[in-house]
């Protein structure tokens, strides 16, 4: 009997250790939830899949950090974003922000200024692509984002249907004339449409042939820049090629859009380098090895998209060192700007990357051309274009008046001056 009560008050005790131990346990690891931080990054397509593969290599150097990943479509996101800064509420740890509403927040106070402690940005300046780094910074000389991807502008075309038309690249590229002269030929010999748009080369003329201390539509004074050559020549362009009917009349990302590639029925494509990638993954699969690249006419450089990192002034202040580490893996970390370059053909903002070899490997969505090469070398060309907080709107306005120009027979000089008297009186709100 003592054996057996022996035998039992060691059971219980055991029991009683056990469930103390238990406690304890959970007690632990209630104190561990409370002390995990939380970062919360806001995000849009494919941004969000280069975090989320960058996530594992975030927890072996902040394993006491997790990154809650808020995910958006583009525009939704970006609409959200706008919101959250204009009424500094739900506002996000990190935001990812693509080059025009970078223009669009530079001049507000909604940003956090990185070149100021605890961020010090300055310091890391010449390690960025000279003229993504600039759009950074605004007229204040606060540096109020990051880049992390840029889009060199190129030409895209199919091959076949140079060849068939008996035209060379020579012929496509060597001056905004000759381009328009093949895509004649190109029209009468294959059906196909040289491009997509008239709209397309207004939008990558006025790329072009930036000078220092310009930005799209305004200089670095709010002055509007409608009525510049700049925009005269790419009007006219864009005039030229409705006449001769050589644009398909589709809009950039419509089913329609990307069913003349699919089809064959659109020949050539100006825009960012990360096209070809979106054509080879998604938009243009069956199409791989017809596509060719090759660099803007007449010798142009022009850059076309890009996104940036940028830190709410309004968001939680103990998260703001935080938001800087992440912030500093995604865009200062030569390991992770590459692995979004393979997988994401986001083109990299961080300039020692450049070494790596998979920038000379053949693409063979382009026939087996070292595109990413030719890609590099244009980046060491373009000249940065000054962000405003006005290009959105001044975008609608230079669309509107030439839609007025290719579609009602509106005179280019009116055109171009009815838009610098919107965009002048717009300037400076």
């Known amino acids: 009997m003592r054996v057996r009560m022996m035998k039992s008050v060691g059971r219980r005790a055991v029991l009683g250790l056990g469930f103390c131990l238990l406690i304890q346990n959970l007690a632990l690891a209630q104190s561990d939830q409370v002390d995990r931080k939380v970062l919360t990054v806001a995000a849009y397509p494919s941004v969000d899949a280069i975090i989320k593969a960058a996530l594992p290599t975030w927890q072996k150097l902040h394993p006491d950090v997790d990154v809650r990943i808020v995910s958006r479509q583009y525009y939704d996101h970006h609409t959200a974003m706008t919101t959250a800064l204009s009424t500094s509420s739900n506002l996000p740890d990190v935001m990812a922000l693509e080059v025009d509403f970078v223009g669009r927040f530079a001049q507000g106070r909604g940003l956090e200024d990185l070149s100021r402690p605890p961020f010090n940005v300055l310091q890391h300046q010449s390690k960025f692509v000279q003229y993504a780094y600039q759009q950074t910074v605004n007229r204040r000389g606060e540096v109020i984002a990051v880049p992390t991807d840029i889009g060199p502008g190129t030409m895209l075309y199919r091959a076949d249907l140079l060849k068939k038309a008996g035209l060379t690249e020579a012929e496509l590229t060597k001056s905004w004339d000759s381009y328009v002269a093949t895509g004649v030929k190109i029209k009468a010999t294959t059906g196909a449409y040289l491009l997509a748009h008239a709209r397309d080369m207004k939008d990558i003329v006025i790329r072009t042939g930036l000078q220092p201390g310009e930005g799209l539509y305004f200089d670095n004074r709010s002055k509007a820049l409608a009525t510049s050559p700049r925009f005269r020549r790419a009007f006219e362009l864009a005039k030229e090629v409705r006449e001769k009917e050589l644009d398909a009349r589709v809009n950039k990302w419509s089913s329609d859009w990307i069913e003349g590639f699919k089809r064959g029925t659109i020949a050539t494509q100006m825009i960012g380098a990360w096209l070809a990638g979106h054509l080879n993954n998604w938009m243009a699969p069956n199409t791989r090895g ?140």
């Open 290 to 429: 017809l596509w060719r690249a090759a660099q803007l006419p007449e010798g142009a450089y022009a850059a076309y998209g890009g996104t940036f990192y940028a830190i709410p002034r309004g968001s939680d202040p103990e998260n703001k060192t935080i938001a800087w580490e992440f912030i500093k893996l995604m865009t200062l970390d030569r390991t992770m700007q590459l692995n979004a370059f393979k997988s994401q053909d986001s083109f990299p903002a961080l300039k020692e990357t450049y070494d790596d070899p998979f920038f000379e490997q053949p693409i063979p969505f382009l026939g087996g051309q070292p595109g990413r090469a030719w890609w590099r070398d244009a980046t060491r060309h373009i000249t940065a274009a000054i962000v405003h907080k006005q290009d959105a709107f001044a975008e609608e306005v230079i669309d509107t008046e030439l839609d007025k120009v290719l579609d009602y027979g509106k005179d280019i000089d009116s055109a171009l001056a009815d838009a610098q008297r919107l965009l002048q009186q717009r300037a400076n709100r």
